[in-house]
């Protein structure tokens, strides 16, 4: 988490079990809502996204990213790659003024591809 968090502009971030849509660890500042309320909402938007097959761009196409824009800031939702069944994802909330979408996006997906790795004992 502590990684995620120190991409420039990361203002928190939260791992979420999508199956069940709780909070399993977070990190940064949850000004709106804690990182329950965070969890649950985001969930609901995952699985409205991940179950809606016009946002399909073809076959056997997996979403990898969702982004969010807001006028002070950005959302990025990544599942987290590995044997997870797709039931784990993260919600990272980021600066509009600090942070920069293209970097955080690429080092976002390094991290996470990290993580698969470590946890496939490689």
């Known amino acids: ?3 995620i968090m120190d991409i420039p502009g990361a203002r928190s971030v939260t791992l979420v079990d999508g199956a069940s849509g ?3 660890a977070a990190a940064g ?3 709106l809502v804690d990182e329950h309320e965070d969890a649950a909402a985001t969930t609901d938007v995952v699985r409205a996204v991940l179950g809606c097959p016009a946002l399909a761009s ?3 196409d997996d979403v990898t990213e969702l982004i969010v824009c807001g ?5 990025l939702l990544n599942p987290v790659p590995g044997d997870f069944d ?6 990272v ?3 509009g003024d ?4 293209a970097m955080a996006r690429f080092q976002l997906q390094g991290i996470l591809v990290e993580l698969a790795e470590d946890g496939h004992g490689r």
């Not at 006028?71 to 959302?75: N, S």
């Open 93 to 95: 909330l980021f600066d």
């Open 58 to 60: 073809g076959r056997d």
């Open 22 to 24: 709780l909070a399993i």
């Open 1 to 3: 988490m502590q990684r």
């Open 29 to 31: 500042e949850h000004e």
């Open 98 to 101: 600090t942070g920069n979408l």
């Open 86 to 91: 797709g039931r784990l994802f993260v919600h």
């Open 71 to 75: 006028t002070r800031g950005f959302h």
